[in-house]
T-cell receptor
Framework: NAGVTQTPKFRILKIGQSMTLQCTQD?????MYWYRQDPGMGLKLIYY???????DKGEVPNGYNVSRSTTEDFPLRLELAAPSQTSVYFC????????????????FGPGTRLTVL | TQLLEQSPQFLSIQEGENLTVYCNSS?????LQWYRQEPGEGPVLLVT?????EVKKLKRLTFQFGDARKDSSLHITAAQPGDTGLYLC?????????????FGKGTKLSVKP
């Protein structure tokens, strides 16, 4: 199993440009998540999905959109890139949402480092 | 808003020393997890604790969940350079966060040979 894969690994965007960050998991997990990680700020949840066709906002959704047409894929779309979106983006997936004995154990991809200039 | 405060924020020690990292909240969590993240990679799960007072050991790492399920600690015995990384605690709750994880800001550990 490859686990969670993300592409691209690095990207530089100009202000106002758009892009899609790709995320794929091969573990047949229903739950998928997008986080951003800023220096010294931990991980903030952008969007999450509880299954194909179902998505919901997290803590910091403004400026982003997601879709979930298949169990495997959960792309994150930036429509009008802004310098405030410079960050490292992580996709994660989990089998359980909140299991009594397992909590919410998430598996993370390697991240996409995005710079907006 | 549920928050998890981690301390210390940075820790630099010599190989062989012991250390403890703390994760505290004013809120009760149903479960708490610890992740380690190495530079350029995503976080990797180390352990999940779900019962108040629970202690779990992973080789030289000992994890404890507070009796009231509001805090947790990670103790490393005889630290090695391979322990270097960012340690993140993350809590989940049936309540407001709907099972989603709330992350602390992390403790950056550097173990020098």
């Amino acid at each position: 199993n490859a686990g969670v894969t993300q592409t691209p690994k690095f990207r530089i965007l100009k202000i106002g440009q758009s892009m899609t960050l790709q995320c794929t998991q091969d573990m047949n997990h229903n739950y998928m998540y997008w986080y951003r990680q800023d220096p010294g700020m931990g991980l903030k949840l952008i969007y999450y999905s509880v299954g194909a066709g179902i998505t919901d906002k997290g803590e910091v959704p403004n400026g982003y959109n997601v879709s979930r047409s298949t169990t495997e894929d959960f792309p994150l779309r930036l429509e009008l890139a802004a310098p405030s979106q410079t960050s490292v983006y992580f996709c994660a997936s989990s089998y359980y949402r909140l299991a009594a004995s397992r909590g919410n154990e998430q598996f993370f991809g390697p991240g996409t480092r995005l710079t907006v200039l | 808003t549920q928050l998890l405060e981690q301390s210390p924020q940075f820790l630099s020690i010599q190989e062989g020393e012991n250390l403890t990292v703390y994760c505290n909240s004013s809120s009760v969590f149903s479960s708490l997890q610890w992740y380690r993240q190495e530079p350029g990679e995503g976080p990797v799960l180390l352990v999940t604790v779900v019962t108040g007072g629970e202690v779990k050991k992973l080789k030289r790492l000992t994890f404890q969940f507070g009796d009231a399920r509001k805090d947790s600690s990670l103790h490393i015995t005889a630290a090695q350079p391979g322990d270097t990384g960012l340690y993140l605690c993350a809590g989940a709750n049936y309540g407001g966060s709907q099972g989603n994880l709330i992350f602390g800001k992390g403790t950056k550990l550097s173990v020098k040979p």
